[in-house]
């Protein structure tokens, strides 16, 4: 099993940072950005984002900046196959939008907004919804993407 963060960053604005992959999986939808786990350092998912976000965004910040929203698995995901993705929130504002990367190139998105964009349905309808309406908790689901684009939802906890 592969293991992934999800950085979800805000503005001053209630704007979410999303870029626009140039990579699979999710090559050429609106993501927030995020990596995988060095796993061979056994490195957590908040050491995970610190690198993420500087490698990606340019954002110099600590683990204690970084709160974990939610945990996603998915089963099967096509690109990816089992993975285990770690939503970790920004908890400061970032107003200035990072430059292209490797990875993609950023915007900003109001939430009203995400409906018209491209972006990865289990991200639709799975994770946006808790992570904007439900801040106070943590998440976790865990999905069947086998027979992708329908998808199943195995389990759903609250943490």
Not at 28 to 39: A, D, E, I, V, Y
Not at 123 to 140: A, G, Q, S
Request: hydrophobic share 35%; with cysteine; aromatic share 8%.
């Amino acid at each position: 099993m592969k293991l992934a963060t999800l950085l979800y960053i805000k503005n001053g604005k209630g704007e979410y940072l999303l870029m626009e992959r140039r990579r699979e999986p999710n090559k050429g939808l609106m993501s927030p950005p995020g990596g995988k786990l060095h796993t061979e350092t056994a490195e957590s998912p908040s050491a995970c984002a610190v690198r993420e976000a500087n490698e990606e965004c340019g954002i110099k910040s600590s683990g204690k900046d970084w709160n974990l929203r939610g945990i996603i698995t998915e089963k099967n995901f096509p690109g990816a196959g089992n993975i285990m993705i770690f939503l970790m929130e920004y908890t400061k504002l970032l107003n200035k939008i990072p430059p292209e990367c490797n990875e993609g190139a950023f915007s900003f998105i109001h939430p009203e907004n995400l409906e018209k964009h491209n972006i990865p349905l289990t991200d639709k309808l799975f994770i946006w919804d808790k992570i904007l309406n439900n801040e106070d908790i943590v998440f976790m689901d865990s999905l069947d993407c086998t027979e992708y684009p329908e998808i199943k939802k195995i389990q759903s906890e609250i943490l």
